[in-house]
C-alpha cells in the first residue's frame, strides 16, 4: 500500500496549487476531460521531497521534469529556475516542512487525435505530508516482501525508459497490482531481456561480501536518489558496482533495498517464495548516512 489508509481523496483537501504560475485554492485546480495528457499519455512528472523547510535535490528533480518533457517532444514552459522558486512558493502556501513536492506537465485541451503539436503544455506543482511510501506488511522492522512480476521493463526503442513519463508508470501499475493481489508488498520487475531491474517505483540495490551492486540503469529510471547513494556509498569507502544481475543471482546476496525520493531506502525482506534476507548493517548504516544527508543539506541551505 502506497498511501495512508486514513488519506482524504487527493481533490478534496485545503490548501493551494501553483499551476501555470498561479497559487489557486486547492479544489479549484482542475482540468478538462478532453485533455490530452490524459488521453494520450503526454504528461510527465516529479517528486521530490522537503525535509526541514528544503526541497532535497531540487534542481536535479526540476531539470529532469524539463529533460521528461523533451523526451515527449514536449517542451516544459518554465526553466528549473522558474520551477524552483513556484516549488518553495507552494510549500510556503501550505505550510509543508517535511513532505513531498509533486510538479506535473501536461498536453492540454487544444487539440484532439495522437498528434499533439497544437496543444499548449500546462505545469501544475503540489506538495501534502507524506511521511511515508511503504509499508510492508510484515511491518517496517522485517522489511518489503516483493514479487517477481510478469511485467517487464521495455526496451527503450520502445519507450522513452528514462523519462519520468506518467505513461511508464502504467506497466509498475500492473506489475503492482500483480504484487498485492498475491499478498507481497511490491514487484520485483526484470527488464526485456530477463534481467532484474528495478521496482514498480524504486531503483535496486544489492549487497554480497560487503560490495554493493546495483542494476545498469540502460531501460529504466536512473534515480537521482540511486545516485545520491552510490556517492553515499564510495564516500562511506564501500566498492559499488553497477552490473548485470540475473534473477537467479538474487539468492546470492546478503541484503537488497529500494531507493527512491518517496521511498527513501526501503529494506527488502523477501523475494517470491524462496529468497529472504535480513535488515543487515549495509543497509542500516546507508539508510543512517541518507538520513543526516538529506537533512544536512536542508541546515546547511
Ligand atoms: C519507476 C521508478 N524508478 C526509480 C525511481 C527512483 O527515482 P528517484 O530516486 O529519482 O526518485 C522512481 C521514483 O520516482 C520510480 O518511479
Redesign the pocket.
Known amino acids: 500500500m502506497c498511501a495512508s489508509p486514513s488519506a482524504l481523496p487527493y481533490d478534496d483537501r485545503d490548501g493551494f496549487i501553483w499551476m501555470n504560475g498561479k497559487m489557486i485554492p486547492w479544489r479549484d485546480a482542475k482540468t478538462h476531460v478532453l485533455t490530452h495528457g490524459l488521453h494520450y499519455g503526454g504528461s510527465v512528472f516529479?517528486?521530490e521531497r522537503v525535509y526541514d523547510g528544503q526541497i532535497f535535490?531540487l534542481t536535479?528533480?526540476s531539470e529532469?521534469l524539463i529533460f521528461s518533457g523533451k523526451c515527449l517532444d514536449m517542451d516544459v514552459p518554465f526553466s528549473a529556475k522558474e520551477l524552483n522558486d513556484a516549488s518553495y512558493e507552494v510549500i510556503k502556501a501550505n505550510n509543508i516542512t517535511n513532505g513531498y513536492v509533486r510538479p506535473l506537465a501536461y498536453r492540454g485541451a487544444e487539440q484532439m487525435g495522437v498528434s499533439a503539436k497544437g496543444t499548449k503544455v500546462h505545469v501544475a506543482i503540489a506538495c501534502w505530508e507524506w511521511p511515508k511510501y511503504f509499508f510492508p506488511k510484515a511491518g517496517d522492522a522485517a522489511g518489503l516482501a516483493l514479487r517477481t512480476a510478469s511485467w517487464r521493463r521495455p526496451d527503450p526503442k520502445t519507450m522513452p525508459t528514462q523519462a519520468?513519463a506518467c505513461g511508464?508508470?502504467m506497466i509498475?501499475t500492473l506489475a503492482k497490482h500483480e504484487a498485492e493481489n498475491n499478498g507481497y508488498d511490491d514487484a520485483l520487475m526484470l527488464d526485456f531481456r530477463g534481467r532484474v531491474a528495478?521496482?514498480?517505483?524504486?531503483?535496486l540495490f544489492a549487497i554480497r561480501d560487503g560490495v554493493i551492486y546495483t542494476p545498469i540503469a540502460d531501460c529504466?529510471?536512473?534515480?537521482?536518489?540511486?545516485?545520491?547513494v552510490m556517492k553515499l556509498a564510495r564516500d562511506m569507502g564501500y566498492t559499488v558496482e553497477e552490473t548485470v544481475i540475473m534473477p537467479e543471482d538474487m539468492k546470492t546476496f546478503e541484503e537488497v533495498f529500494l531507493?527512491?525520493?518517496?521511498?527513501e531506502i526501503a529494506p527488502v525482506s523477501k523475494i517470491d517464495t524462496d529468497i529472504t534476507y535480513t535488515i543487515g548493517p549495509v543497509t542500516t548504516r546507508l539508510k543512517e548516512a541518507y538520513s543526516d544527508l538529506v537533512r544536512q543539506k536542508a541546515k546547511a541551505a
Open positions: 516529479e517528486g535535490k536535479e528533480h529532469r519520468k511508464v508508470y509498475g528495478e521496482s514498480s517505483g524504486a531503483n529504466f529510471l536512473n534515480g537521482i536518489t540511486r545516485q545520491t531507493t527512491g525520493t518517496a521511498a
